[in-house]
């Protein structure tokens, strides 16, 4: 999503567009129905001495990571966007999420990688509790003020955290993506985040959104990456902000990372491309080492071997 916006005016094209885009989110939009997931996980089942993770949908991952329960960019409602009372204006799911709230195994930690509203979802936040940590980015805690959650760390690149959860100790490492944190048009103060995440020597990556950028070999100091959880979709136009599915390889292949999750596609329309094409494009270049890819579509499971 673009962040410089011209002044509004009628005449310009880009209002008209946007007209549009709104009169078809309240018309035709509201009536089509969103599609099941392809697959439900069934997190409850899992061993909590095992690395599990499940795509939930857009850049939304379970992680069970040896017993603490990992939600990243929590979004589980059918639209996106600004909440008025009763509707929300902004896009409606093209899928539904692979678990509702009730359906997930209480959450030690959320991560969030920024405040944009595919990532950053209020109304799914306020499901949450006291009990739930937050790992944020710089300069968003003001946005959960109306929320329970109350045990909320900012984290600056290269910062580093050790989280202390009933399941055990987490290390996170928050490190620097090409991206952009403005919510609305003028808080670009806020941060942007990837994180690594490490516990019993194993290393998860979550990327958030990025373009690409040279930041990810840095994480290789830290040791070999068993899973890389990357953005795969909304490159067309937004390249300056998102990678391609090509890119996104290589930044995965810069981290040192082994397996590779390919999320932030199929669930929303924010961008041009086809909807498939992110992850055609995704398997086309593994197609040499597709046991390297975690998993395709939304509600499947990844167990990281042992
Ligand atoms: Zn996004």
């Known amino acids: ?51 599990t993770t499940a795509w ?42 692979a678990l509702e709230f009730r359906e997930l195994p209480k959450i030690d930690v959320v991560l969030l990688s920024h405040a944009h509203f595919d990532h950053f979802d209020l109304r799914t936040l306020h499901c949450f509790d006291e009990n739930t940590s937050v790992i944020t980015a710089p300069e ?16 600056r690149w290269r910062e580093r ?25 003028r808080d670009m103060h806020r941060g942007y985040n990837g994180y690594l995440l490490e516990r019993n020597g194993r290393r998860i990556l979550f990327a958030g959104d990025t373009a ?25 136009p937004w ?17 040192g990372a082994q397996f590779i999750m390919p999320v932030h596609h199929q669930t929303f329309r924010l961008s041009f491309e086809p909807l498939r094409e992110p992850i055609e494009r995704f398997q086309a270049a593994l197609q040499d080492a597709p046991e390297r890819i975690a998993l395709r579509e939304i509600g499947e499971t990844f167990v990281l071997p042992q």
Request: hydrophobic share 45%; charged share 25%.
């Open 1 to 51: 999503m673009e962040n410089r916006l011209e002044r509004p005016t009628l005449q310009s094209s880009r209002v008209r567009r946007w007209l549009w885009h709104l009169w078809r989110e309240w018309t035709i939009e509201s009536l089509r129905p969103i599609a099941p997931a392809f697959a439900k996980p069934e997190p409850l089942k899992w061993s909590d001495a095992k690395i």
């Open 56 to 97: 939930i949908g857009h850049a939304t991952v379970l992680i069970n990571f040896f017993g603490i329960k990992i939600l990243t960019d929590p979004v589980l409602f059918p639209r996106i966007g600004i909440r008025l009372p009763g509707f929300t204006i902004g896009p409606k799911r093209l899928i539904a999420p």
């Open 140 to 155: 968003t805690r003001d946005l959960l003020r109306w929320t329970r959650l109350r045990d909320i760390t900012e984290l």
């Open 161 to 185: 955290k050790s989280l202390k959860t009933a399941a055990g100790d987490l290390n996170i490492l928050a490190f620097p993506v090409k991206h952009w944190g403005a919510r609305k048009q």
């Open 212 to 236: 690409l950028t040279n930041s990810f070999a840095e994480l290789r100091q830290d040791g070999s990456i068993d899973l890389a959880i990357m953005s795969i979709g909304a490159y067309n």
């Open 239 to 255: 390249i300056r902000s998102h990678c391609t599915p090509e890119q996104a390889i290589e930044m995965a292949n810069a981290a």
